[in-house]
């Protein structure tokens, strides 16, 4: 079986940072990471290739320093081989330009069975990634799978979709989304980094490997952000420390008799 | 089919979200003097739709199809390109549920039009109907504006933002469509409901929010007891969520977001993912054990103390002082 892993080197979220004055989201210096739920993806890639044979690959879309996370990340935790597309916009475009960009490396791979994302990015959040590979590939998707079996040529996957949840057959070829539910990633080993050295490792860029012009993605682009600004918190932050919880819990109980969110009411 | 179609259309994945969602499209559609199309799929229709006129609705197109008695993301697509590509609205809104986020992508992926996720406002310009929409970005850190190249603009809103409004009685034209469906490559085996307790969350007047540094031995019934006292509801982070199945669903980014005057997180760290649930709340108590919980800035009152200790004596006072939620 031959499975693709996409995966995305994000920003750490957590460490966006806002300068109030100016409601600007600081991003310079924000450091990047693989993202949490991709980890899930290789785990579900990798488990996939130890219950039924063949080959992982690897594929992100993003700067060229990913190449080092999907080292000691992807190809330790057991893919075979990565990709980097690198992104001459740095995430700047849309998911449907990404979709686009990650349809074309697969196609150039080449007779893929299986390929696994998350729900979505740690970062960007869309959501949309997955289903617009599908939809380009044109493949049937299963998206938020907890649980996945592959029996006779056929996905059969639980998948959880909040109000209920479902268990769905699926012929391959198909896409499936995975959660940071799914499974419990493997911790690559020092040794597990070493021999993933030798394993392949590739940069590829936009023209030279995939025939795709910087221009021509920016044209196809469905969705052009024009400015974003931070959310500005303002909470009181009062804070009660230091005392008996019995005196910190009529202090709280009096500061909330005064903003009028408790009230007495007579027996 | 009669009359001019709609300029937006709203997706009926549920009768609450659809309410939502009805409010906003009544209100583009007031600015372009247009009108409101709402597509509802199932092998029957459901009983609500007569009533979605009295909420800003001017069409409902139904499909019946026991291919759509449950949702599956290939049916329901095929029914909708093609209705929308018949209708050719400007703006197509769906719920930001996980149905709706599953699909939506799709059916934008389809018709090579835009799709921005996340949404909290839309504008339509009433000239070259172009279409700007307002989503958050980065767990809710920031808020970005995006112009959509490619009409109709699919976007999916985020639950609880756009409010509902009653319009009086207004005609519904009901109009049953019969597209053609032809992806059925998903078959679905087995079904399983959640347990609902009755009440929804997002209708809470008081939320207790429990996170990882609440014991798992016995914090769930000292908190299930602060809730009871004050007429609230209990929810929990995305961790708790999966690793006790304490309850099946979470607040956050990726769960359920609420808007309680009052919301008491217990043991929540504070991570962004997590405080966007709960951000829309009047009140935030927080108590944790570390004073540098990134918790304390996200909230109105923060107690530093252990929690098992302190929510005991917190229900005492409000027991002893006889009081409740204003």
Known sequence: MKIAACVKYSLDVAEIRVDVPTRKLLLTGVPRKLGNVDKNVLETAVMLKEAHGGSVHA????????????????????????????????????????????????????????????EASDDDSTYQVGPRLAESLGWPQVAYVRDIAVEGGCVVAERDVGAYSERVSVPLPALITVTEETNTPRRPTLMDVLKAKKKPLALWELEADLGITPASLQEAATVKQLGSEAVIVSRRQTVLWNKPASDLARELVELLVQEGVLEGHDP | MTGRSGEVLVFAESRETCLELLGKAREIADTLGAQVDVALFGESTAAWAHELGGWGADRLYTVEDPRLAGFSVGPYTDALVELLKRTGPSVALFAATKQGAEMAPRVAARLGSGCVSSCVDVRVDPETRCVEAQAMIYSGRGVATYLVKKNPAVLLAVPNTFARKACGARGLEVVAFQPTISDQRVQTLEVRPRATEGRRLEDARVVV??????????????????????????????????????????????????????????????????????RGSEFIVAVDNSEDSAILTQSDFGVVADLHEFVPALVEVIKARGLRLA
């Open chain 1, 59 to 118: 594929l992100g879309f993003g700067p060229p320093e990913a190449k080092d996370a999907l080292l000691r990340e992807a190809l330790a935790m057991g893919a075979d081989e990565a990709v980097v597309v690198v992104d001459p916009f740095d995430g700047g475009l849309d998911p449907s330009a990404t979709a686009a960009v990650l349809a074309s490396a697969l196609a150039r791979m080449g007779g893929f069975d299986i390929v696994v994302c998350g």
């Open chain 2, 209 to 278: 929010d429990l996170g990882q540094g609440v014991r798992e031995a016995d914090g769930l019934t000292m908190a299930q007891e602060l809730a009871d006292l004050l007429g609230g509801q209990l929810a929990c982070t995305r961790p708790v969520s999966s690793e006790r199945g304490w309850f099946p669903e979470w607040l956050g980014l990726s769960g359920k977001r609420v808007s309680p005057r009052l919301c008491i997180a217990l043991g929540v760290s504070g991570a962004i993912q997590h405080i966007i649930g709960i």
